[in-house]
């Protein structure tokens, strides 16, 4: 998501109507750092996030401290009244996915038993299971109404049609069949990914049946997150207010890279944006808004459009309205290893398609199906690559050697400079080391994550960009020694 200091932009446009403001092409902050040579590197240390206080009652920011959370159990023992989806609910995943985990042929369960509960990591790592479909006592698919307000087919106002399509994104983005940020857009972006997937699941027979399946596996398509003081380990909570951004009305004017050019508007950036990226100990999100949109897979602005009654700076203990998805959960990504053994059983490849789409199958099977953008003109791949290994908490390495430069082994003894760790490093939170064939190198471009999920077609640095919460998903699924096939769309 765009740093805090592009905030402006959106105050410009509406200060200046009828002005147009002209969106950055570079990654803020990397006007000049695109034109150098850069290469991963692992994290300074194991250490991932910011220390809050010492003292749990001292307030971060001026907001109200809330007790710990109960730690997530390993086990949950079923009480009376207790049902799948009631247990599920209570730690954040569907029916479906708790009875796969505990190898259930069914629902039912007896007062004693001892489920065994996920953790985060393992929950990522799952692949969805397929959804039940409702039938009748004939076995043909009931398809009767849900009952559900605005969740009816057709849908009659735009407001239920919103509705039904975040039903739909969230159940894709279960499925890992992603658009990128949920936003409740039902434009043409949303009718080919729900196309596809209805391509690639001929039992599916319409759009009416994936909506039943749909609701058996969300329910709501809406839930809730109250905001944690612990949260703020990832939250620029530390950071100076941002400047104020002179605003000039001249026509036009050359910036050089370094603003944002716009007919009777001018928005500048702030110039020390990447010196401050380079002495940051850590790269964190700008704001909370940021922290829950990623968490929840969702657009920033649709966020803060269906959360009117929160301020621009919410507190610890604010209630978030976010889209149902399983949430990835930035403190707990790594918990679990990233890259999963190869099962010859059932051999892994991926495919990049145009440059837009990343699809993994899993035994012949599409099983995850993403967007993907390249992070400057021109980078691209051809025939088959290779998967290496995963890199976490990556930072980024220069020294300042100029990108088209040949290659030259006396660039080592330059003086090395470090993008910290991150949740807003250019790279993302996990690189995927690719090479051109099984014998040769690492190449200096991979798949990454990115800070700017909503922007991944601006020019960077890295590779192949995808959005945090996409590529740990996607390195959970690529063994070492994964076929990328790149192929036209």
């Not at 849900?146 to 509705?163: A, C, M, S």
């Not at 090395?416 to 807003?424: K, Q, R, T």
């Not at 995927?432 to 077609?457: F, M, N, Q, S, V």
Request: charge should be negative; proline fraction near 10%; glycine fraction near 8%.
């Amino acid at each position: 998501m765009p740093p805090s200091h592009l905030r402006p932009l959106a105050f410009a446009a509406a200060f200046g109507a009828g002005c147009a403001v002209v969106a950055a092409k570079v990654e803020p902050g990397l006007e000049q750092a695109v034109e150098w040579k850069w290469e991963v590197a692992p994290p300074a240390s194991g250490e991932w996030g910011m220390p809050l206080p010492d003292n749990a009652d001292e307030p971060v920011m001026g907001m109200d401290v809330i007790p710990p959370e109960q730690l997530r159990p390993a086990t949950y023992e079923v009480r009376k009244g207790d049902v799948i989806v009631k247990i599920a609910t209570r730690f954040d995943m569907t029916a479906a996915q708790l009875m796969q985990f505990n190898e259930l042929s069914s629902d039912l369960i007896h007062i004693g038993d001892i489920l065994r509960i996920p953790s985060a990591g393992e929950l990522m790592a799952m692949v969805p299971p397929p959804v039940a479909v409702p039938v009748d006592e004939t076995g043909a698919d009931a398809g009767k109404p849900t009952g559900r307000p605005g969740l009816e087919l057709p849908p009659t106002t735009v407001e239920e049609l919103e509705l039904q399509t975040v039903l739909f994104q969230v159940f894709l983005d279960r499925e890992m069949f992603t658009q990128g940020g949920i936003d409740g857009d039902f434009g043409p972006g949303f009718d080919r990914l729900r196309d596809r997937y209805l391509e690639l699941h001929p039992y599916i027979s319409d759009r009416h049946d994936l909506k039943e399946r749909a609701l058996a596996a969300v329910g709501d398509p809406f839930t809730s997150y109250k905001l944690r003081r612990e949260d703020f380990r990832f939250i620029g909570w530390r950071k100076a207010p941002p400047r104020e951004v002179e605003i000039s009305t001249n026509l036009l004017i050359s910036t050089n890279g370094n603003g944002v050019e716009g007919v009777g508007l001018v928005v500048p950036a702030r110039r020390d944006a990447y010196q401050e990226m380079v002495a940051s100990g850590f790269l964190s999100y700008a704001d909370a808004w940021e922290f829950v949109a990623e968490r929840f897979h969702c657009d920033e602005d649709f966020l803060r459009r269906i959360n009117p009654h929160l301020d621009d700076q919410p507190v610890v203990n604010a209630v978030f309205k976010v889209p149902n998805v399983i949430p990835f959960e930035i403190e707990n990504a790594f918990d679990a290893a990233l890259q999963p053994e190869a099962d010859p059983h059932k051999p892994v490849t991926a495919t990049v398609l145009g440059l837009s789409r990343l699809e993994v199958k899993q035994g012949g099977q599409i099983v995850a199906s993403m967007p993907l953008a390249s992070v400057r003109p021109g980078l691209r791949g051809r025939g088959t690559w290779q998967v290496r290994d995963i890199v976490p908490r990556p930072r980024m390495l220069t020294r300042h050697v100029p990108r088209e430069a040949p290659e030259d082994p006396g660039d080592d003894g330059r003086p090395a400079e470090f993008l910290p760790s991150g949740p807003n490093n250019p790279a993302g939170v996990a690189w995927i080391r690719l090479a051109k064939d099984a014998r040769g190198p690492a190449l200096r471009y991979g798949l990454h994550g990115t800070g700017i999920p909503a922007r991944l077609e601006v020019e960077g640095i890295g590779g192949f960009r995808m959005s945090n919460w996409d590529i740990v998903r996607i390195a959970r699924l690529l063994p070492a020694g994964t076929p990328l096939e790149w192929k036209a769309k």
